[in-house]
């Protein structure tokens, strides 16, 4: 397998996370990008998308939206409002909930601004077949399901791969002896990139 350059992309495990180290940075630049045109970061114009899309909304529920944690979340709103893009409230049935709720200056901003996402990704991706795109997000939803750990938890071995450095090949890991334990059902999921 090619990765665009003039280096072979192993195709083991190794290799799966070094297309994923491609996707994160292509991210990354798009988010950089916005961030320069329109002072938003990625994050940020996902999540004020979704807030102008509801008629308020609750940070618990808009993290399950985004797939966000609920600090990531709160971290941006924080950040939104301060912007005046958004306001908090009170939940009139339940005065303990916090409800985020769009301002019209983050309605217009949203009309004249760009994808969140890039756009040959989304041209790309929208013209490829069915049974592709579901393959596609199959795959990302079983490779996310594979990464998940339960919030603010690092594994043991992270350490020990963050100080190998690029030209080490990391180690196979032991296979766990009870397969029954399969990964959690498919979810998308997005980066809690900065916001």
Known sequence: MENGGDTPIDNGSYGVLMLLKRINR???QHSAYLNKTLGLTGPQLVLLNAIVQSDGIGVGV???RVSLSQA???????????????????DESDHRRVILRATPRAS????????PFQENFLDAFESAEPWEQTMILSSLQRISAMMDLPEGEIPAAASHHADAGPSSSPQPRARRQDSKA???????GGTDEKA
């Open 26 to 28: 292509a991210l990354e």
């Open 62 to 64: 808009l993290a399950r």
């Open 72 to 90: 990531t979340v709160t971290s941006i709103a924080d950040r939104l409002e301060a912007k005046g893009l958004i306001v908090r409230g009170g």
């Open 108 to 115: 217009e901003l949203l009309t004249s601004s760009p994808s």
């Open 182 to 188: 399969e990964a959690p059902g498919p979810e998308v």
